[in-house]
């Protein structure tokens, strides 16, 4: 079976040479999601709002390729600061709930467009 790119239309476009996920046999894996408003193209101001606005663009992808939060089975997520794990996981959880999936969480010393969070994951269907 061949591998298909997955385009959300309602995620925002990538900042480079890549895909919003592929779907190889029924298992998905997505570029990392910046909290970038679909619309305007921008950052929210504050880790909480980008984080929230991440996660909404990681379900666009998700349900672009036929999944939800519930298929995820790993995520990445990349903070430019890890005083923010706290904020971060209250957050995590309104879109993750009952058992979670596995989970890295890792400062980074810089993300695309100064961004203060990414999140990327791999869902099975």
Known sequence: MANTVIAAK?????VGPYSHAVLANNTLYTSGQLGLDPTS???PQGVEAQAEMAL??????LEAAGMNYSDVVKTTV???NMG????INAIYANYFKG??????CVQVAA???????E???IAVK
């Open 78 to 80: 990349f903070l430019a």
């Open 10 to 14: 309602n995620a925002p476009a990538a």
């Open 84 to 87: 923010d794990f706290a904020a």
């Open 41 to 43: 193209g921008e950052l």
């Open 99 to 104: 058992e979670c999936p596995a989970r890295s």
């Open 111 to 117: 993300l695309p467009k100064g961004a203060l969070f």
């Open 119 to 121: 999140i990327e994951a």
């Open 56 to 61: 909404k663009n990681l379900g666009a992808v």
